[in-house]
């Protein structure tokens, strides 16, 4: 019996306490109960009552005062007064030990969070279950959360068999002939890299993965081919082009005359033209259109050669080499985007040509 209150007061943590000579009192009494009287046995049972008053309602206080009065009920005669105290005594502990719902939804909570926070070895999973099993043992039969926990129990089993199933399928990837067909490739692939990524396996099979592995390791250009080959499909869809298309898609907002949407035009062309098939009518109209605005993001503003040659006339424009040279670029350009089809065009051209003359024999 010493050596049973001795353990106890180890659990309880009584040396901490040390210093409340009401509780070691307590203990004392309980090292004397071998063969004692109800009256003796009821004492000591106060005393413990006072001692649980003393500490609070902790789970490791209520653990340790459910052994004490299992043994002060051990030494009781069965049908006395002092044996029915102790036994609501225990009841009431057990009770009070009982994890409310809110608790144990609660615990559930940290349990399923730290479930779904990382990927789970099997043997972490079965840690989680016990967990769960534990708690559901504390919770109301047919109540929700008694539901609950047996579905999160659920869950995660029929995970784990999932897992030891999926494991003894992956492996087989070893012993198989090395994969041709593309579906069949990027199923070992993904087999092969599950296994290192394991890196449970032995020594020689880790190398046999590793060394199947590199050799499909162009397994990814299946995936991006078959990107091209479903993006294609959208962008010559009708209906995608009907929305879409940069200058007749009717689900596509107008810009204003800026180099940003020019620029945002042009990058819309050569999308579509990258997923076009290449020599139809279509792929020779994107084409075209690119062209268009390529022309249009190059083109000189209208009067920019005329006002740099201004500069230089009137002097607001240093007549250094460098700046003479961009007027004759900007006046040449100028020229070339000019239609000399009509008397205007023909007269700015020879304007221009005039001009840029005279400043190339200036610059000379």
Do not use: C
Not at 243 to 250: I, S
């Amino acid at each position: 019996m010493a050596r049973q209150v001795e353990d106890i007061t180890v659990k309880l943590g009584i040396e901490g306490f040390e210093e409340l000579n009401k509780l070691r009192g307590a203990f004392r009494e309980l090292t004397r109960v071998t063969g004692a009287t109800d009256t003796q046995l009821n004492n000591t049972r106060e005393r413990l009552l006072e001692l649980k008053s003393e500490l609070g309602n902790t789970t490791r206080v209520n653990k340790g005062l459910t052994d004490a009065f299992s043994a002060l009920l051990d030494e009781a005669r069965r049908g006395s007064d002092v044996w029915q105290k102790l036994n609501k005594d225990l009841s009431d502990l057990r009770q009070e030990s009982r994890l409310t719902d809110t608790q144990i939804q609660s615990l559930r909570k940290i349990i399923l969070d730290e479930a779904a926070a990382h990927s789970q070895s099997a043997t972490s999973i079965k840690e989680h279950i016990k967990s769960l099993q534990t708690l559901r043992e504390q919770a109301s039969l047919n109540g929700n959360v008694h539901r609950e926990l047996s579905n999160d129990i659920n869950k995660l089993t029929d995970t784990l068999n999932t897992g030891t199933k999926g494991n003894r399928e992956h492996y087989k990837s070893l012993t198989q002939i090395l994969a041709v067909a593309p579906d069949k490739v990027l199923n070992a692939w993904n087999n092969y890299k599950r296994i290192l990524d394991e890196n449970t396996a032995s020594t020689e099979k880790l190398a046999v993965a590793q060394k199947r592995l590199n050799q499909l390791s162009g397994a990814p250009r299946i995936l991006e081919r078959r990107k091209i080959t479903e993006t294609a499909s959208i962008r010559q869809d009708p209906e995608y082009i009907k929305r879409f298309a940069t200058f007749e898609g009717k689900s596509l907002e107008e810009m204003p005359n800026v180099t940003a949407a020019w620029s945002q035009k042009l990058k819309e062309l050569q999308q579509d033209l990258a997923f076009t098939t290449r020599n139809s009518v279509e792929y020779l109209s994107v084409a075209m259109r690119i062209a268009a605005v390529q022309r249009e993001l190059a083109a000189v503003t209208p009067g920019f050669a005329q006002s740099l040659v201004m500069g230089l006339r009137t002097g607001t424009t240093a007549s250094t080499a460098q700046n003479i040279r961009e007027a004759i670029t900007a006046l040449r350009a100028e020229m070339e985007q000019l239609d000399t089809t009509t008397a205007e065009g023909s007269r700015h051209y020879v304007e221009n040509a005039s001009t840029a003359r005279q400043l190339t024999q200036q610059l000379n």
